[in-house]
């Protein structure tokens, strides 16, 4: 007969002594992958093992695992490390999964239909706007589409400079130098407060976009834009193009629990 002796309860047994080897396993990983940014989308061994403050062999380790799993690319020619592909497919489920998305899907077909022109919805991913969805329009005859995932320029897109106009500063250091450097940029983000619209982007290659915020409670939290040519969207704050899309950007804002009308509600 064998007797079984507990050392206590399967709570204590599954304490931070026995996960404690895989929360650190984890948060090196994620710290890891976390160094990659916009500016720095290439890093050195040397680099990732003074990012983890452990020795080079753990840091090997540790890309070795990382590049197994798809998370982690290297470049044998530059001897460089960069993010694998894996890291796409779970941006791309991470933004599809954003509460934003769901809320927004019938107020983004509705202006389809009421506009035909393609809406697409845009979240700020800490360094700029990233488009997360799209809904295209169907009757022109000159078709536009914007790939989910596309990052955009923060001061020269409609949706970057409506993030500007409403993110708390501390959020954009980046604005200051930016401001100083345009009058035009300066005027714009004023613009951008009173009518809560940005209309007057530049223009590229004959594409115009028309872009408003999305508040969740007091705080920006996307931008609804309208996307299209210079022929058929208006240069214009008051068109009726223009007002259709900051009606339905408030009325998302209120299905996220946005209470007050909004800019240029007067």
Do not use: C
Not at 165 to 182: D, G, I, K, N
Not at 225 to 236: E, F, L
Request: no cysteine; charged share 20%; glycine share 8%.
């Amino acid at each position: 007969m064998v007797t079984k002796v507990q050392r206590g309860t399967g709570e204590q047994q599954d304490g931070p002594d026995r996960t404690a080897p895989t929360i650190q396993t984890v948060e090196r990983a994620a710290l890891i992958l976390g160094s990659f940014t916009v500016g720095k989308p290439h890093m050195s061994l040397n680099e990732i093992t003074a990012r983890l403050g452990a020795s080079k062999a753990t840091a090997h380790r540790y890309t070795k695992a990382l590049r197994a799993a798809n998370l982690l690319r290297y470049d044998e020619r530059t001897s460089l490390y960069s993010l694998g592909p894996q890291v796409l497919t779970l941006a791309a489920a991470a933004r599809a999964g954003l509460p934003i998305v769901a809320a927004a899907e019938p107020y983004m077909e509705g202006l389809v239909r009421r506009i035909d022109e393609t809406i697409v919805l845009s979240v700020w991913d800490g360094e700029s706007a990233t488009v997360v969805r799209s809904v295209d329009n169907t009757d022109h005859m000159v078709r536009i589409s914007v790939r989910v995932g596309s990052r955009l320029n923060l001061t020269s897109s409609a949706q970057g400079r409506v993030f500007l106009a409403f993110l708390p500063p501390e959020q954009v250091p980046a604005l200051p130098r930016a401001v100083r450097r345009s009058a035009e940029l300066n005027d714009e983000l004023a613009a951008i407060h009173k009518h809560g619209l940005s209309v007057n982007s530049p223009t590229v290659n004959g594409v115009r976009t028309i872009a408003a915020p999305i508040f969740d409670g007091d705080k920006i939290s996307g931008t609804l834009a309208i996307v299209g040519t210079t022929a058929t969207v208006p240069d214009d704050v008051a068109s009726p193009m223009a007002q259709a899309l900051l009606e339905t950007a408030r009325a998302l804002s209120q299905r996220l629990g946005n209470s007050e009308d909004g800019p240029g509600g007067d």
